[in-house]
Each structure stands twice: as C-alpha cells, then as structure tokens.
C-alpha cells in the first residue's frame, strides 16, 4: 500500500516538473519553521516569559530612568525571540504563487516549444504541457493558503504573547 502512495506521489510530481520540486522544499521548510514556532510558544515561551517576570519582580524598585531602560531591554529581547522566524514565514507564504507562476510559464514554454516543433498539430503533446504549467500554480497557491493560515495564527500568537509581557512588566508597585 504504502509502495502505491510513493509511486503516486512521483507521478504527481513528475507531472507537475521541475518547479514542483522547489515548492516541495519550500513547503516542508516553511512548516517546519511553523512548527518550530508553535512548539516555541506552547513549551519554551512560558518558562522565558516566567524568567523575564521573576527577573523584573526581583528589582527593588521599578520607576527610575535605569529601571525603564532595563524594562526596555527586557521587551526588546523577548520581541525579538518570540518574533523569530516570523518574516521567514512570511517570505516563503509569498513566495509559494510565484513559484507556482514560474512553474506556469515553464509548463507553458514546453507547449509553445511542441507548437514550435510540430506546427501546433500535436494537441496530446500540448496537452502535457498544460498539466505541467497548471500543477505548479495550483501546488503553489494551496502551499500558500496553508501557510497563510499558520502565518495569521502565530503572528496573533506573538503579538498576544508581547501584550501579556508589557502588561506584566508592571512599575506600580
């Protein structure tokens, strides 16, 4: 059974060609930084942002210009871990239609080449150049519809993540 799955899973992306195989890679690295996220904010995130409190609360007092200064520090540093990755995601979601679009033209430069070739007659051969220019650019755009949605949610996630740290890095008392 599972032989049957792998040989249609190159089929697949024999037809698809060669850009196919980009936006594969592209994929399985995009939601590999995804779930390297989300494992992030559901195990690591919560001792961190413990540890940045408990550092604060341990100050004796909170008001001075230092004090602001250290606060500062503290968001910034933990803005830049919990942001990691983040604009990586963003890139390869963007990336994935133009991908999907350069595998498009490429698919479409082979049908042009067959209409070069045998005087446009061969609609067999056209025929695979069209699947091979429209599976990319399908692969392409669903690859970005996922990551789309994983890219919203961890975005919300950070920017929910920095609000509670902002609100718990408190100098009232």
């Known amino acids: 059974m599972s032989g049957g799955i792998f040989e249609g899973i190159l089929a697949f992306m024999d037809k698809g060609g060669d850009v196919l195989w980009l936006i594969a890679i592209l994929v399985f690295v995009m939601w590999t930084l995804i779930f390297e996220r989300l ?24 008001k001075s210009w230092n004090a602001k200064q250290i606060r500062a520090r503290l968001l910034s540093q933990s803005r830049e871990a919990i ?9 390869m979601v963007a990336l994935c239609p133009l ?3 350069l595998g498009t033209v490429t698919g479409m430069i082979e049908v042009f080449n067959v209409m070069a070739v045998t005087g446009g007659g061969d609609a067999k051969s056209m025929a695979g150049g069209v699947e091979r220019s429209t599976i990319p650019t399908m692969a392409g755009m669903v690859a970005a519809l ?9 975005n919300r996630v950070a920017a929910r993540e920095q609000e509670f740290l902002q609100d718990n890095l408190t100098s009232d008392h």
């Open 99 to 101: 991908l999907g679009l």
């Open 146 to 154: 996922s990551g789309l949605f994983a890219n919203t949610y961890l």
């Open 39 to 62: 494992w992030y904010f559901t195990f690591a995130w919560r001792k961190e942002a413990r540890a940045i409190i408990n550092t604060w609360e341990g100050r004796g007092e909170r």
């Open 83 to 91: 942001n990691a990755n983040l604009p990586v995601i963003t890139t």
